[in-house]
């Protein structure tokens, strides 16, 4: 049977016109941005935080406690998320009273099997129970730990993806929460800017929101040169007071190109 090619349709046609022209034009300003960059050791740069996560529920209990709202700063080991975890500490306590009756039984054994009243089977065999007893309460102690979700860094609270007495579900984002403690700046150079650049090399930059100017050292220079642009991408770490900087700010990244000539 012969088989026909459907035609793409007008309305698809024009979709995949404007995506490649979407992806010339990006090109086009990229190129332009470089080219002015090469000349003068400016280009632009956005601000990017050191992490970002979103932090999801590990136990399927109900939230009783948030202390963080969107926009506040904690430190690393803050209580982030407090669960209900009434169950899950009584299944720990079951279990740890299971352990020390297994210990007891297998201490109970070796003793008999001195005085030959037990065999060395029997003692064998309590002895791993025993064991076993003790890894099931060290599991039923992680599963209580997870009922504090601790901050893995200090930082800021970025949104809240669920409230207290909510009942999120395990795998369930609770929030998403930024690393401020080290911001660093994003930029797309000129790939000649390779010969004179190296990580160490000083910039400063001009925050556009605040005016502020700051110091900063390429710390990352990208794997890739694109070779549509020709441009490659740098992080620096902005260094010095950078309490009024936000993820997301942009500016201008001035760079000492005679430093490494």
């Known amino acids: 049977m012969k088989t026909t090619r459907r035609r793409p349709r007008?309305?698809?046609?024009?979709?995949?016109?404007?995506?490649?022209?979407?992806?010339?034009?990006?090109?086009?300003?990229?190129?332009?941005?470089?080219?002015?960059?090469?000349?003068?050791?400016?280009?632009?740069?956005?601000?990017?935080?050191?992490?970002?996560?979103?932090?999801?529920?590990?136990?399927p209990s109900r939230i009783v406690r948030l202390p963080f709202r969107e926009g506040e700063s904690f430190h690393k080991g803050d209580v982030?998320?407090?669960?209900?975890?009434?169950?899950?500490?009584?299944?720990?306590?079951?279990?740890?009273?299971a352990w020390r009756a297994a210990t007891l039984?297998?201490?109970?054994?070796?003793?008999?099997?001195?005085?030959?009243?037990?065999?060395?089977?029997?003692?064998?065999?309590a002895e791993a129970e025993s064991e076993r007893a003790r890894a099931e309460m060290e599991a039923a102690t992680v599963e209580v730990r997870k009922c504090r979700l601790l901050a893995p860094f200090k930082g800021r609270v970025v949104e809240l993806h669920a409230q207290a007495y909510e009942t999120p579900g395990t795998g369930r984002p609770v929030?998403?929460?930024v690393d401020l403690s080290r911001l660093e700046v994003e930029v797309i150079a000129p790939s000649s800017w390779l010969a004179r650049l190296r990580p160490g090399v000083k910039f400063t930059f001009r925050v556009d929101e605040t005016g502020?100017?700051?110091?900063?050292?390429?710390?990352?220079?990208?794997?890739?040169?694109?070779?549509?642009?020709q441009t490659v991408r740098l992080h620096g770490v902005l260094e010095g007071n950078v309490s009024r900087v936000l993820p997301g700010m942009s500016g201008v990244a001035e760079f000492r190109m005679e430093a490494t000539q």
């Open 10 to 59: 007008r309305h698809e046609r024009g979709i995949r016109a404007s995506a490649r022209m979407s992806v010339l034009m990006l090109a086009a300003v990229l190129v332009a941005n470089a080219a002015a960059g090469q000349e003068n050791g400016k280009i632009r740069g956005i601000v990017q935080p050191r992490a970002k996560a979103s932090l999801s529920a590990e136990v």
């Open 80 to 97: 982030l998320v407090e669960y209900d975890c009434a169950r899950l500490e009584a299944a720990r306590k079951a279990a740890r009273a």
């Open 105 to 125: 039984k297998a201490s109970s054994k070796r003793r008999l099997v001195k005085y030959q009243a037990a065999g060395r089977l029997e003692a064998a065999v």
């Open 175 to 177: 929030m998403t929460v």
């Open 212 to 229: 502020d100017v700051l110091r900063g050292r390429v710390e990352r220079i990208g794997a890739m040169v694109d070779a549509v642009s």
